[in-house]
């Protein structure tokens, strides 16, 4: 069997501990792993397989010899790097939103349109969507393949690992502070965290959006459909690890509530969780650590002919990050190379 060069770039990072531990979990065909970070981590060294592994300043000369790449240092990084990563002959599968949008340049979700991966040729780069339309579509997509959806309203409640290991932290301290009766600190979020919902991720745009909810939407319609209109509100919430979901859609065949629970339960990367006399329902807590995409409150939305309202929650960090990086590496190595 053939086995890769494989570099995690940010490998210090929350996304690259994540994908470190994935590539052991389900058995990647590394050959040799790298690590790449900035200066800060010089002299730090991260497990894989039993070894200690010694994370590397990532510069210009990095990728000599490197196969396959997974980046998440954030998107000033990539669109420095990936293309000298490129250039060198490593194919670059990317976490962060440089490259999402640029038209041949494809966005997986292996569970949706894992034939783009094809399409890795033009650049020689492939991006990774945004953690919450990868989890939005892994549940809407066997629901399109049956009823078409025209129209999806989504509300998310984002967990702070999605900024990274620094608002981790701000979590923890200002809880930590506040319970103390001390003034949180506050640096990562514009405004104190802990025990606070911020209805703003990533920068506002010219429209009133934020930036987060414009990826929702043009991402969506990139992966999915282009006709799909797409209207979002993304909260940031005190929450450590998994993001929650409202979604809200309209079909154009109607589909009954019944129907789409049966759908989801066999649909691949999906879970059902949908057991109200039981109080069972998808939570964040329980999603962190797990593969699944989670799903449930599956009812009808009675205020239109053709509506269904569910809560999807799943591990931001790995099927929002870093297990859809490398299930599309999988079929990148099985498939392609
Ligand atoms: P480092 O730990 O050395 O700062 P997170 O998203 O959790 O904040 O992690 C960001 C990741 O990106 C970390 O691994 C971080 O490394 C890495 N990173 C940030 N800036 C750079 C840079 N200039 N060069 C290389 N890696 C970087």
Redesign the pocket.
């Known amino acids: 069997m053939r086995t890769f060069v494989t570099a995690v ?8 501990k994540e994908m470190i531990k994935i590539l052991e979990e389900r058995d990647f065909p590394v050959k040799e792993l790298r690590l ?3 200066e ?2 010089v002299g730090k060294a991260m497990s894989f397989r039993g070894q200690e592994i010694p994370v590397s300043v ?1 510069d210009e000369n990095s990728f000599a010899g490197v196969e396959i790449g997974l980046f ?3 998107g000033s ?1 990539s669109e420095k790097f990936a293309p000298i990563a490129a250039q060198a002959g490593c194919i670059v599968i990317d976490n962060t939103s440089a490259f999402r949008m640029v038209a041949d340049i494809p966005l997986v979700i292996p569970e949706v349109n894992p034939e783009a991966i094809a399409d890795y040729k033009n650049k020689g780069i492939i991006a990774n969507p945004n953690c919450s339309t990868i989890q939005m579509l892994v549940a809407l997509k066997p629901i399109h393949d049956v009823a078409k959806i025209k129209r999806i309203v989504v509300s998310t409640y984002q967990s702070v690992s999605g900024t ?3 608002a981790i932290d701000e979590l923890e301290l200002q809880t930590r502070q506040l319970l103390n009766m001390q003034d949180p600190t506050i640096q990562v979020y514009p405004h104190q965290i802990a025990f606070n919902c911020l209805p703003h991720i990533d920068v506002f745009l010219d429209n009133g959006y934020t930036k987060e909810e414009m990826k929702m939407v043009n991402e969506t319609q990139k992966i999915m459909d282009k006709n799909i209109a797409v209207t979002a509100t993304t909260v940031r919430v005190p929450v450590f690890y998994s993001h929650s979901e409202s979604v809200n859609i309209e079909t154009e065949k109607k589909i009954t509530a019944t129907e789409v629970r049966e759908l989801l339960r066999k649909a691949p990367g999906v879970e059902v969780v949908d057991d109200t006399a039981n109080k069972q329902y998808p939570l964040a807590i329980n999603a962190a650590s797990k593969d699944a995409t989670f799903v449930g409150r599956i009812r009808e939305d009675f205020s239109i002919p053709n509506g269904i309202n569910l809560w999807v929650v799943a591990d931001n960090l790995r099927k929002g990050a870093a297990l859809n990086a490398i299930q599309i590496a999988e079929i990148l190595t099985d498939k392609y190379l």
Do not use: Q
């Open positions: 770039v940010g490998a210090t990072g929350a996304v690259g790449l970070a900035s800060r981590s990532l998440s240092a954030g990084i990274g290991k620094e």
